[in-house]
């Protein structure tokens, strides 16, 4: 089965919900990939962009889900601030680290993802991070 991940911007929660079946569109600055687990991978960008434990995170309810979950396996996610601040104030550099300790860490339980795949996630969810703090706005991610 294909995964869509969708991050996108959106002014709250009810806001973001709204998006479940339909999709972002493109008033909240969608980007959008596939074939990864988003659920698992915020928690490990997290994890190596703040020294956080994966566990600790998980057991904390992160990520937050918005809405869906239900047997179609669509939902909305939110990306902690934690997330948010630690990507928007993250260097080029520290971002492609980050991209490439990921990549790593799939390898280990036998995900393949290409390391300029996964440079263009990391850095291109920062910028959009970046982006929705200009506007007092949070990201979220669509799973569908």
Request: net charge negative.
């Amino acid at each position: 089965m294909s995964t869509i991940v969708g991050f996108f911007v959106a002014p709250d929660d009810a806001s973001a919900s709204l998006t479940l079946r339909t999709g972002p569109g493109r008033a909240f600055e969608p980007l959008s990939f596939g074939n990864f687990d988003p659920e698992e991978a915020v928690v490990e960008w997290e994890c190596l962009l703040t020294g956080g434990d994966f566990e600790d995170l998980v057991e904390a309810g992160e990520p937050r889900t918005v809405a869906g979950q239900d047997d179609d396996g669509c939902a909305v996610l939110a990306i902690s601030p934690r997330l948010s601040t630690a990507l928007a104030d993250a260097t080029h550099s520290r971002l492609s680290d980050v991209a490439a300790s990921w990549t790593r860490l799939r390898a280990e339980d036998g995900e393949v993802i290409d390391t300029e795949i996964a440079d263009a996630i990391v850095s291109g969810l920062a910028a959009l991070v970046s982006s929705a703090r200009r506007q007092n706005r949070s990201v979220y991610c669509r799973v569908a």
